[in-house]
């Protein structure tokens, strides 16, 4: 039985964005590499994650493989200024990036302390509050099992203790029913240690 057809469109949720392109990136090297060897063929694979990390597979050298295909194309080699240039431009754009990443997690922080909620739309501040009652819901759940594990090692000191008292009592009352007080030696008769 086949899955049923998915509809590609950018996937909203962040964890399960996250998710497929894990498993996806995971199966795309794994077909690289089959149809390497299974074909003898030059593969050259690179991938770029949302966060711009580099992912790559390699049949051949990499190289040599960008070489080729530039080649093949009609491309031009770059010369070291071209190069030092595009290298610059590539990491131009990464502190760019990375600084967009900055700003929004300072503004979703923002939104979460309850400031700048000004700038925000209706869907947003649904999507806003559901977060907060999902926070608020998992402390709750964190507060409560613990203060279930407080109490039941408090009332486990209590019975532990309450044990300890019923065993004192008891040899005392083992005591009296020999007609003895608990300070006695345990010797002598209903007179012991008066002054005669």
């Known amino acids: 039985m086949g899955r049923g057809k998915v509809e590609l469109k950018r996937i909203e949720n962040s964890t399960s964005r996250q998710v497929t392109f894990s498993k996806r990136k995971n199966g795309l090297l794994k077909k690289a590499?089959?149809?390497?060897i299974l074909c003898d063929a030059e593969v050259a694979l690179l991938i770029f994650s949302p966060s711009g990390k580099a992912y790559q597979f390699a049949s051949h050298d990499?190289?040599?493989?960008?070489?080729?295909?530039?080649n093949e194309v009609g491309l031009m080699e770059f010369n070291n200024y071209q190069r030092s240039r595009t290298i610059e431009q590539f990491w131009?754009?990464?502190?760019?990036?990375?600084?967009?990443?900055?700003?929004?997690?300072e503004a979703k922080h923002k939104h979460l302390a309850g400031e700048d909620l000004s700038t925000l739309g209706m869907k947003e501040l649904?999507?806003?509050?559901?977060?907060?009652?999902?926070?608020?819901e998992r402390i709750r759940a964190k507060k409560q099992r613990a203060l279930q594990e407080d109490n039941t090692r408090l009332q486990k000191k209590v019975k532990l203790?309450?044990?300890?008292?019923?065993t004192r009592a008891f040899g005392a009352e083992e005591c009296d029913a020999f007609g003895r007080s608990s300070g006695s030696s345990g010797f002598g008769g209903p007179h012991d240690g008066a002054v005669i």
């Open 92 to 105: 131009m754009s990464e502190i760019d990036n990375l600084r967009r990443t900055i700003d929004t997690l």
């Open 62 to 70: 990499m190289d040599r493989s960008i070489a080729r295909y530039r």
């Open 161 to 166: 203790h309450e044990a300890n008292l019923n």
């Open 33 to 36: 590499f089959e149809l390497s």
């Open 126 to 136: 649904k999507q806003l509050e559901r977060q907060l009652k999902n926070g608020v």
